[in-house]
Structure formats: structure tokens, C-alpha cells
């Protein structure tokens, strides 16, 4: 199983990013997928969440900046970011909780990961 993100890249304060993220190999099923972020001598932390039925989840930092949302038929799933600010800058990751084929239970699996930078 794979997970590829894209899109990253370097945007002026208040520019709009959108990143990707395709999941591909033997996959029966994916549950939640979901964008975390981690700033250069910070923990990695959530920035949003999408269940397989649409339901999202944001954390407070992104809230009304930021959308997620996927397309069950590509594996895929997006995070849309507007009004970006320079605390947005981190290398973004995306993350989907999948069943492979032939397996019985759900395991979390992580992207290489993508730097944002937003310039002041």
C-alpha cells in the first residue's frame, strides 16, 4: 500500500494551497483518512479528518480556513487551504485507516509527506 501526496508547495500569506493524497495497492477498504502536520522542533498534529461517510473533524487552528473531503472511488482525499498563515508552514501528511486484501483488521498508514511554507 501506498500513499502519495501532492500539491505542496511555497505560497505568500493569504494565498490557497490544495493537497492530495492517493492511496493505491491491495485495498479492500478504507475507513478514515485524515492530513496531520508537523512544524520544524514540534509534534506532529491533527489538522482534519473525513470518515468514509463524509463526517469531518478540524482542528481549532483551521477551522473555517481549511476543508477536507475525498473521492471513496479514487482512494483519494484533499485539503483545500485558504487564508494560509506562516504558523501553517510544516511538512503535511496524510494518513488512511485501511483494510488490505486478505487481511481482517484495519491498519493506519502514513504518506511521505509534503512541505508547506507560507511567506509573511
Known amino acids: 500500500v501506498q500513499l502519495v501526496e501532492s500539491g505542496g508547495g511555497l505560497v505568500q500569506a493569504g494565498g490557497s494551497l490544495r493537497l492530495s493524497c492517493a492511496a493505491s495497492?491491495?485495498?479492500?477498504?478504507?475507513?478514515?483518512m485524515g492530513w496531520h502536520r508537523q512544524a520544524p522542533g514540534q509534534q506532529r498534529e491533527l489538522v482534519a479528518t473525513?470518515?468514509?461517510?463524509?463526517?469531518?473533524n478540524y482542528a481549532d487552528s483551521v477551522k473555517g480556513r481549511f476543508t477536507i473531503s475525498r473521492d471513496n472511488a479514487k482512494n483519494t482525499v484533499y485539503l483545500q487551504m485558504n487564508s494560509l498563515k506562516p504558523e501553517d508552514t510544516a511538512v503535511y501528511y496524510c494518513?488512511?485507516?485501511?483494510?488490505?486484501?486478505?487481511?481482517?483488521?484495519?491498519?493506519?498508514?502514513w504518506g511521505q509527506g509534503t512541505q508547506v511554507t507560507v511567506s509573511s
Open positions: 494518513n488512511a485507516h485501511l483494510l488490505i486484501h486478505g487481511n481482517s483488521w484495519y491498519h493506519n498508514y
Open positions: 495497492g491491495s485495498i479492500f477498504s478504507i475507513n478514515a
Open positions: 473525513i470518515t468514509s461517510g463524509g463526517s469531518t
